[in-house]
């Protein structure tokens, strides 16, 4: 326990700890995943605001692998709220 605690003192002074990525909304550390989502026609993009007809978005990933879209990342599921990464 004591070794435990020396280690992360020495990583944080050497700025190797890995701190969790905090919510930002409440401050909870964020759990690690993976956004999927099926898109057999197209990729997915970002818009925006939304349009009935989906014009003007930039593409987040325009060529999904295997029917689905991947977005890693980090998700606080009290506040339902997804950071993602692409
Ligand atoms: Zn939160």
Redesign the pocket.
Known sequence: MMGHTRRNELLEALGLAKEPTR??????P?SPGSLGTQAFVGGSSWYPERSMFAVRGDPIVPQPMGGMVWLDGLR?S??R?LQLDY
């Open positions: 919510c930002p909304k409440c401050g909870r964020m606080c009290d506040c709220l």
